[in-house]
């Protein structure tokens, strides 16, 4: 089984939808997730699909606008990255709006890495 570029588009269209269950079809069990804060040099990681599933809900519940908008892809060999435009208001007004991307390692069609980095913009307060 091979993951395409269409399937990770089919990920970040669910992920705009905050639905969980599609957003995770292509993540393997064992799979680690380094976000784009965190104490780390790689940020946070959060380990296996039951808990990275929970980080992402956790992103749609503080952000209820997320979206990951304008997103593009590419699949080389066992290596794949999305580029997006991240935008999100939290529950005090304050607006993200920053590009980034995800940096993924595959294994039998399956995501086992998804390493996340965004641009490092100021919170924009809204009025």
Known sequence: MTLTADDL??????FNRHDIDAVMTHFAEDCVFTTVGGSEVFGTRIEGRDAIAQAFVAVWTAMP???WADHRHFVCGDRAVSE???RG???EGRRTEAQGVDLFTLRDGKLVMKQAFRKQRPVIQTR
């Open 65 to 67: 606008d997320a979206e």
């Open 89 to 91: 208001t939290d529950a």
């Open 9 to 14: 588009k089919a990920t970040f269209d669910a």
């Open 84 to 86: 997006w435009t991240f």
